[in-house]
């Protein structure tokens, strides 16, 4: 069980495409046990398989702090089949991801998440044409609004990709908007990871914007690019991959955080 953890958590836990690359590199490991339960214990809950709980590459037993989330995450152990295929298994693949790489560098991992600040989506703006100029700012500038208004985070944008230094003070409050906890830090930085997005994120972990309204403000751009040009097959299946990972992303924080808003 500890190789198949080692391949799910893939060299940068916290980016869910690679670790899905890296599970797709390796054979699908044979079923090797019954069945899949939930147990209490000391801190939350834990995954049990034929009565054993799962552990992480290091021995760490993976304990969830949300009855429902660890029931989610157990399900994804019984749907397998007669092999386990990592990559239909996201919210086990964000679990492990938490109790091996962030509970120990929360602060390291939020530091990590708030460098999205200085370079955001939301920022950099196209100049033309005049359909895509007004759609950005449809999705984008409630959230940037937001920020300014909640959080006191005023942001320059630009138009084209040209870098723009952003204020310091703003960076500050949007950093100090990010939440304390592993669980939520690493959802959140699964979501900035899939949208490029740092604010949609915070966004979302506070309300102002659903899961729905974060993956579309996501691809706003690649979306317009779709409808005059049509959709490319793999660009279409890449996209359904990291929508999965986003939904179990939205599941983690919804179970830690409740008044995130459910997804899409």
């Known amino acids: 069980m500890r190789e198949l953890f080692d391949e799910m958590a893939g060299r940068s836990p916290l980016d869910p495409q690679e670790a899905v690359r890296q599970a797709s590199r390796v054979p699908l490991r044979k079923r090797f046990y019954q069945e899949a339960g939930v147990a209490e214990v000391e801190g939350g809950f834990a995954i049990m398989l034929d009565g054993k709980p799962i552990r992480t590459p290091s021995k760490r037993q993976v304990v969830i702090p949300s009855r429902a989330l660890a029931d989610a995450v157990a399900a994804e152990w019984a749907a397998q089949g007669e092999t386990i295929n990592p990559m239909t298994m996201p919210l086990t693949r964000v679990a492990n991801s938490v109790v091996e790489g962030v509970v120990d560098r929360v602060e390291l991992v939020a530091e990590d998440l708030a460098k999205y600040f200085e370079s955001d989506l939301l920022f950099y703006r196209a100049g033309h044409p005049e359909g895509l100029v007004a759609r950005e700012a449809a999705h984008w500038d409630p959230v940037l609004f937001w920020a300014a208004e909640t959080l006191g985070a005023h942001f320059i944008l630009s138009e084209g990709v040209m870098h723009v230094k ?7 409050a949007a950093r100090a908007a990010l939440p304390g906890d592993a669980w939520s830090v690493a959802a959140l930085h699964v979501v900035t990871t899939l949208t490029g997005s740092a604010l949609l994120a915070l966004a979302l972990a506070h309300g102002a914007r659903d899961a ?14 779709a409808e005059k040009w049509g959709v490319d097959e793999e660009a279409a299946a890449r996209r359904a991959a990291r929508l999965r990972d986003f939904h179990a992303a939205v599941t983690v924080l919804a179970a830690v955080r409740p008044q995130a808003a459910e997804g899409p």
Do not use: F
Request: hydrophobic share 40%; net charge negative.
């Open 212 to 225: 729905g309204q974060v993956w579309d403000a996501a691809h706003v751009d690649e979306d317009w690019n």
């Open 166 to 172: 952003q204020p310091d003070e703003a960076i500050q």
